[in-house]
């Protein structure tokens, strides 16, 4: 497609399930990033994708959460067991180099009750 | 702490003036890149300059970037109301694995 797609857009979900979130990079482009924000605040590095090398799990917050990157396209983060805390726009992004920047999906607002 | 430090945290202004957003940063760098941000959704990648690189024009947006006192500012001349939105500075760390590191942002409110 032309842009990075996230999907879904809006998520709420009860405490204690398992979330995916989806990521549907521009075609080509062979980093994958994944960043969270909360309200108001900056955004923290989750998982980085490059090729077909091993990700970056380095900003991952705990082992709730994982992500995989199939075929080297599309991304998909889990959460299982949510906490409240987890509660945070998720965002996407993916580029051919960080010397022309990030294209960023829209993002998935995930609430969690 | 964050890499990169935005300031102000807030700035609001009327239309026509000129807005100035700060960033700081900690470790070298190989570039710095501004984004933009419209409700709290995706950012846009507004202009990016490279550590041997001074200054950097892009229309009405002017970025500067002092690598001896590790910052950068970002000036929007002639602001409109459209430009209302949280600001973004973010850091590629040299030896880093090439994944940015954004600050906190400076929202801008431009009043008609």
């Known amino acids: 497609g032309a842009g990075v797609s996230q999907s879904p857009s809006n998520k709420v979900t009860e405490k204690g399930k398992d979330v995916e979130l989806r990521c549907d990079p521009i075609s080509g482009h062979t980093a994958l990033y994944w960043y969270r924000q909360s309200l108001g605040q900056g955004l923290e590095f989750l998982i980085y994708f490059q090729g077909n090398s091993a990700p970056d799990k380095s900003g991952l917050p705990s082992d709730r959460f994982s992500a995989e990157r199939t075929g080297g396209s599309v991304s998909t983060l889990t959460i299982q067991r949510t906490q409240q805390e987890d509660s945070a726009v998720y965002l996407c992004?993916?580029?051919?180099?960080?010397?022309?920047?990030?294209?960023f999906g829209s993002g998935t607002r995930l609430t969690v009750v | 702490s964050q890499q990169g430090e935005e300031d102000p945290q807030a700035l609001s202004i009327q239309e026509g003036e000129n807005a100035t957003m700060n960033c700081s940063y900690k470790?070298?760098?190989?570039?710095l890149q501004w984004y933009r941000q419209n409700s709290g959704r995706g950012l846009v990648h507004l202009i990016l300059i490279r550590s041997n690189e001074r200054e950097k024009h892009s229309g009405r947006l002017r970025v500067t970037l002092d690598t001896s006192k590790k910052s950068s500012s970002l000036l929007i001349t002639a602001s409109r109301a459209a430009d209302t939105a949280s600001y973004f500075c973010a850091t590629d760390v040299r030896g880093s694995a090439r994944q940015l590191t954004f600050g906190s942002g400076t929202q801008l409110t431009v009043l008609p």
């Open positions: 992004a993916s580029t051919t180099d960080s010397n022309y920047g990030y294209t």
């Open positions: 470790t070298s760098i190989n570039n």
